[in-house]
């Protein structure tokens, strides 16, 4: 697939991982880092935290994208071993692991609309900074895969659990962390994790249709609603053991590196 021709912005030269273009209210963020397949780093984080928080009020719609072939690959497990050889404790991983929990809730919370515009593969961290947007459109031949289980890994990342749970069910939702199997993009659709699914040279012109209609909604009636509506299905989640993440992510980490010390 062609990548989004995006222009140089001054502000991009403080942007290592990204590329970012905004066309009258419309902001388009683009992960940028094709050859490693976009896999989030904590450089990445660090981007889409800078991104994320400098909130535009003319902005009304952000488009969540990748370079290349693939939306996201998922995490950087390099750098994984980087914090380990630093600090065996995971220290390093627990840091990271609570950036990216800011970093999807930031998606979430942003008070324009946020949208996923994703191709390729989407896998592990990449399938929940898609499913922390508004509106997610899929490639037809996208497919998606949690595999953290087979990584020796529990699924903590980003708060990706409870907001799957809550889009697709528990029940389907165990047997694809269970299986780490790959998964389609009508499967995706059937599971709410898309809302749409089209042909790949189709993927610009459904985040146009999303966005034009949005553009045109005041914008205190725009972000109020959006606060209305994650708060209404944050609540439907009851417990939200996400925010346990770090601390489960890097005890895991810790104690699979010692045990391989121990061999």
């Given amino acids: 697939m062609t990548a989004l021709p995006l222009t140089t912005d001054p502000d991009e030269r403080i942007l290592k991982t990204l590329r ?33 928080n400098h909130q535009d009020p003319a902005v009304k719609v952000v488009v969540l994208t990748g370079a290349g072939d693939d939306f996201c690959l998922g995490g950087d ?3 994984f071993a ?8 995971a220290a390093g991983v627990r840091v990271s692991a609570a950036k990216a929990r800011r970093v999807c809730d930031a998606l979430t919370a942003h008070p324009a609309v946020t949208i996923a515009r994703v191709h390729g593969r989407a896998i592990g ?11 997610r459109v899929g490639a037809q031949d996208a497919t998606f895969r949690l595999p953290e289980l087979a990584l020796g890994l529990p699924t903590a990342w980003g708060g990706l659990l409870p907001r799957l749970i809550s889009e697709a069910g528990a029940a389907r939702v165990r047997e694809l962390i269970l299986t780490g ?12 994790v898309l809302q749409r699914t089209v042909p790949a040279d189709e993927l610009d012109a459904a985040v146009t249709a999303w966005a034009r209609p949005v553009l045109r909604r005041p914008a205190a009636a725009l972000r109020v609603t959006k606060t209305l509506l994650n708060s209404l299905s944050a609540a439907t989640r009851l417990a939200d053991a996400s925010l346990l993440d770090a601390e489960l992510l890097a005890a895991v980490v810790a104690e699979a590196h010692a045990a391989r010390g121990a061999d």
């Fill in 20 to 52: 970012t273009r905004q066309q009258g209210h419309v902001l388009t963020v683009e992960l940028h880092a094709p050859e490693q397949g976009n896999t989030v780093t904590e450089a990445m984080l660090d981007d889409l935290l800078a991104v994320l």
């Fill in 181 to 192: 199997r790959v998964f389609t993009a009508e499967e995706a659709k059937a599971l709410s």
């Fill in 82 to 89: 980087q914090h380990l050889a630093h600090d065996p404790t």
């Fill in 77 to 79: 497990r390099a750098e």
């Fill in 125 to 135: 961290a990449g399938l929940a900074l898609a499913l922390a947007c508004d509106l």
